[in-house]
């Protein structure tokens, strides 16, 4: 999703198959109930769902992996399990390097178009129009 320009400096690359097939997995990934819990499903039913449902779920041993920012550690402290931080998995084997995010504050999105019964095409088309928009959010 992001290449370099004949400066060396990154520039989005969405107009292409590997962005396609990238957003495609992570939105499928999203779309999967039974891989991962979606907080949003929660709401109205706990105080506090971030805590209540997806930390205590792993700390309680029952997820078996939990994708946060490494200040989440704090809470896992009085686990009684052992747990190791991994990076995000690699999108296929040919990729030579782990890579991660970064991030001032958790700032999740969590795509629900599954829900709605988008077609593919369409649904990347809007992804590409949501980052778009926030890219140049000063011009609207």
Known sequence: MIEKDANDL??????????????TKVIDF???GDAQIK???YYGKYKDVWTEIN???FIE???LYYISPIETVKFMRGMEANFG????PKYDEAQDKYFNTMQYNNATVMDKSYRKNIDRDRRNQLIKIFI?????????
């Open 85 to 88: 931080i991994l990076p995000l």
């Open 61 to 63: 041993g029952r997820a």
């Open 39 to 41: 907080a949003d499903d």
């Open 132 to 140: 778009v928009i926030r890219n140049n959010a000063d011009l609207f």
């Open 55 to 57: 930390v205590n779920s």
């Open 30 to 32: 999203l779309a999967d």
């Open 10 to 23: 990154p520039v989005l690359a969405l107009n292409n198959d590997r962005t396609v097939s990238v957003l």
